[in-house]
């Protein structure tokens, strides 16, 4: 059995490091409060344009520069470990066919009152 403690550190920050932090998250929130309320304008008349291309029947709407269509969801195919087991792959065997490939680092940032994607679930 093993027992591992997990210590949380606050790093001290000076006052002027305090400020331009301030500074700098509230106006990355306001940014991002900004980009999502023009995100479902944008989305509104991308609808309404859909609508427009519908009622002139056509495929593919190019006009004056624009262009819009639109695209079916198409479909996907992966490995099902169950039914590869059922067919007498053996575990082993799956353990070496798979390979590990680094993950790009991402950098989340949230703001007050956002739930983060754990507590959504």
Known sequence: MSVSLQQKVEPTLTPALKVKLRRELRLYQE???????TQEEMNTLKAEVDAVR?????????FEGFVQYAT??????????????????????L??????KPKRDSVTLRCPGEKSHESEE
């Open 54 to 62: 519908r009622e002139a029947g056509l495929e593919v709407l190019n």
């Open 72 to 93: 079916t969801g198409g479909t996907s195919k992966r490995l099902d470990r169950k039914k590869l087991l059922a067919q007498g792959v053996t575990p082993a065997m």
């Open 95 to 100: 353990e070496m066919a798979m390979v590990e």
């Open 31 to 37: 940014l991002k409060k900004l980009v999502e309320e």
